[in-house]
């Protein structure tokens, strides 16, 4: 059974641009979170989706946006990039609503540089 | 709000000797506990988890007891080995409605095997 897939791996943008990243959640698996990685800040909550729904959302400016599809991928957008932006922004899926016990699987991450 | 502290790396140990890793937590209610795993380039893999006072994970020779009366849950190992070497993260998932619907992660700590 394949894992989380996330896409890009690696990506580069410069100040002021917008990225979208892509999260694949493992086959049936409903709940998609995003975390965010940094060396300063350590991993810290983005947002958590469940069936299409935005269900909780972490402290980070409107810049940051996310949205789950019907076949339950994800996708997270930043606009208006800053340098502090950098870091690696993990996905992480389970089979059911999170919120009742279920175990989280992470994605290998995309890494995202902006210069 | 919900908060984890953990040990401060980077520990470095020979092969065989004993591990400790120190977690403290801040919760409300009774919080789920776990202990993840990074290797390089890859994402998070869940270690043990424990989801009520004095209950112990264990998985891989690593084991950890979810101390109530001290807000602990630090993570040990008998023997380590040159393939234990990560960072380990220490979470948790909280007891009130939004705060169960994500993790909060400690600092992570570096760990190191030499042979």
């Known amino acids: 059974k394949a894992g989380v897939t996330q896409t890009p791996r690696y990506l580069i943008k410069t100040r002021g641009q917008q990225v979208t990243l892509s999260c694949s959640p493992i086959?049936?698996?409903?709940?998609v979170s995003w975390y965010q990685q940094t060396p300063g800040q350590g991993l810290q909550f983005l947002f958590e989706?469940?069936?299409?729904?935005?269900?909780n959302k972490g402290n980070f400016p409107g810049r940051f946006s996310g949205r789950q599809f019907s076949n339950s991928r994800s996708e997270m957008n930043v606009s208006t990039l800053e340098l502090g932006d950098s870091a690696l922004y993990l996905c992480?899926?389970?089979?059911?609503?999170?919120?009742?016990?279920?175990?989280?699987?992470f994605g290998s991450g995309t890494q995202l540089s902006v210069l | 709000g919900d908060s984890v502290t953990q040990m401060e790396g980077p520990v470095t140990l020979s092969e065989e000797a004993f591990l400790t890793i120190n977690c403290t937590y801040t919760?409300?209610?009774?919080?789920?506990l776990f202990w993840y795993v990074q290797y390089p380039g890859e994402g998070l893999q869940l270690l043990l988890k424990?989801?009520?006072?004095?209950d112990k994970g264990s998985n891989k020779g690593f084991e950890a007891t979810y101390r109530k009366e001290t807000t602990s849950f630090h993570l040990e190992k008998g023997s380590v080995q040159v393939s234990d070497s990560a960072v380990y993260f220490c979470?948790?998932?909280?007891?009130?409605?939004?705060?169960?619907?994500?993790?909060?992660f400690g600092s992570g700590t570096q760990l190191t095997v030499l042979p």
């Open positions: 919760a409300t209610g009774y919080p789920s």
């Open positions: 989706y469940f069936s299409e729904t935005q269900r």
């Open positions: 992480a899926s389970s089979l059911g609503d999170f919120a009742t016990n279920e175990k989280l699987f």
């Open positions: 424990a989801t009520k006072a004095d």
């Open positions: 979470a948790l998932r909280g007891f009130l409605v939004d705060s169960a619907r994500q993790l909060t």
């Open positions: 086959s049936g698996h409903r709940s």
